[in-house]
T-cell receptor
Framework: GAVVSQHPSRVICKSGTSVKIECRSL??????MFWYRQFPKKSLMLMAT?????????EQGVEKDKFLINHASLTLSTLTVTSAHPEDSSFYIC?????????????FGPGTRLTVL | QKEVEQDPGPLSVPEGAIVSLNCTYS??????FMWYRQYSRKGPELLMY????GNKEDGRFTAQVDKSSKYISLFIRDSQPSDSATYLC??????????FGAGTILRVKS
């Protein structure tokens, strides 16, 4: 399967700071990338879908000004959590889909654990 | 009612047992069915991908889809301690987002 990486794997920050998480597809061109959030012992919640070169589509209830997504190239998407607060602490996972793929085939990154103090 | 229901477990079995994991769903439009395995603090890994009804086998894993009953299953034969993980079912219909089950925690004891 395709390889997707995320960086950093873990980040601890103070309340009020911004944190950027990178998602890279290492061996294929990802026209579409997805960002999920996962709470302990809960399933994945889709936050937004980003297509290379265009604005991200956010799911209902997700603040676009708080969770900034950029998908500037076919191999890189970034999620920036702005003015982070303790309730933003979570496991953030990205996934990538290849050229012409629908939502059906997604390859997930290893996740980033964010802790906001 | 949730779109996808999955028993969170945990399900504990002895090594070598046959494991049966299941999900039910309510949306008859779902056409694509997937099973992901997620180890602790890691991202999900795609195990099985099935379109519409029927069975699919890959090594020790068999996925079954029964669209008439809105029920999907994942069977693991000769389970190993390394199979201990959370198993997530996911499904979608053409051009739409994946809908995940809550995940079932599986523990295989040696």
């Amino acid at each position: 399967g395709a390889v997707v990486s995320q960086h950093p794997s873990r980040v601890i920050c103070k309340s009020g700071t911004s944190v950027k998480i990178e998602c890279r597809s290492l061996d294929f061109q990802a026209t579409t990338m997805f960002w999920y959030r996962q709470f302990p012992k809960k399933s994945l919640m889709l936050m937004a879908t980003s297509n290379e070169g265009s604005k991200a589509t956010y799911e209902q209830g997700v603040e676009k000004d708080k969770f900034l997504i950029n998908h500037a190239s076919l191999t890189l998407s970034t999620l920036t959590v702005t003015s982070a607060h303790p309730e933003d602490s979570s496991f953030y996972i990205c996934s990538a889909g290849g050229q012409g793929s629908s939502y059906n085939e997604q390859f997930f990154g290893p996740g980033t654990r964010l802790t906001v103090l | 009612q949730k779109e996808v229901e999955q028993d969170p477990g945990p399900l504990s079995v002895p090594e070598g047992a046959i494991v049966s994991l299941n999900c039910t769903y309510s949306n008859s439009a779902f056409q694509y069915f997937m099973w992901y395995r997620q180890y602790s603090r890691k991202g999900p890994e795609l195990l099985m991908y099935t379109y519409s009804s029927g069975n699919k086998e890959d090594g020790r894993f068999t996925a079954q889809v029964d669209k008439s009953s809105k029920y999907i299953s994942l069977f693991i034969r000769d389970s190993q301690p390394s199979d201990s993980a959370t198993y997530l079912c996911a499904m979608s219909w053409r051009g739409n987002k994946l809908v995940f089950g809550a995940g079932t925690i599986l523990r295989v004891k040696s």
